[in-house]
Every structure is written in C-alpha cells, then in structure tokens.
C-alpha cells in the first residue's frame, strides 16, 4: 500500500519550497529517497500525485456483468464451477476459465460445498 496523497504533497512541499534536499526529505518523513525521487517526477510531468492504478490485466466481468454472475451462482447453486463456466459462456458470450470462475465466486463471497461421496452413515 502506497502512502497517503497528504504525505506526498508535503514531501514535495518541503522539497519544492523549503528547498530540502531530497535525502533530508527522505530522512525527515521517513520514506526511501528513491520513494522522493519518484513523487517529484511524477509532480513534474503530471502535476498529480495521487497513487497510479495497479499494474494488471483487467477483469474480463465487469461490475455490472459480476452482479448477474452472482445470481447464476445463486441460482444454479447445484452446477460444477466448469458447468457454470459453461452456462457462462452460452449467457454472454464471455468463456472464463474454471480458476477464474473460483476466484470471482470467492469474490463474491459464494462459497462452494462439496457434497459427500456416500450417503452419511448412521450411527447406533
């Protein structure tokens, strides 16, 4: 996790304005001067200094498209996670992989249960 956008105006603050040198920034807050380097680089090109967006594929479901696959895991709690992939892709089109379809069903907070092999025995 990054550090505050706060903090990061008042490192270029003091480097900027209170003319410190970026190793006594980097002392004074605590922070790598690598870490100082970086944010007045990215002041000087951009003027911004807000954290950049994580680096990654985007998803393939949207917000919108996360809502309707959580009714089909809702309502089809019986199907295989490969069965929903499958079901899936008839519906919109969109193949996900069955890691993928874990990893969003865990997302979403849908657990899946195993159901037992054999019928549970009864005990006397």
């Keep these: 996790m990054g550090y505050s956008v706060d903090l990061r105006e008042r490192i270029v603050e003091a480097v900027l304005e209170r003319r410190l040198s970026i190793r006594e920034a980097a002392d004074t807050f605590r922070v790598g001067?690598?870490?100082?380097?970086?944010?007045?680089?990215?002041?000087?090109?951009?003027?911004?200094?807000?954290?950049?967006?994580?680096?990654?594929r985007p998803s393939r479901v949207d917000e919108e498209q996360l809502g309707a696959l959580k009714k089909q895991l809702e309502a089809h709690?019986?199907?295989?996670?490969?069965?929903?992939?499958?079901?899936?892709?008839?519906?919109?089109?969109?193949?996900?992989?069955?890691?993928?379809?874990?990893?969003?069903?865990?997302?979403?907070?849908?657990?899946?249960?195993?159901?037992?092999?054999?019928?549970?025995?009864?005990?006397?």
């Design 33 to 56: 001067h690598a870490t100082v380097e970086r944010y007045l680089r990215r002041f000087r090109e951009s003027g911004e200094l807000t954290p950049c967006r994580p680096p990654g």
């Design 77 to 124: 709690n019986e199907l295989t996670l490969m069965e929903h992939c499958e079901l899936w892709e008839e519906d919109t089109g969109i193949r996900l992989s069955y890691v993928t379809m874990h990893r969003l069903s865990k997302r979403l907070g849908i657990s899946r249960k195993k159901r037992p092999s054999q019928p549970v025995s009864k005990t006397l």
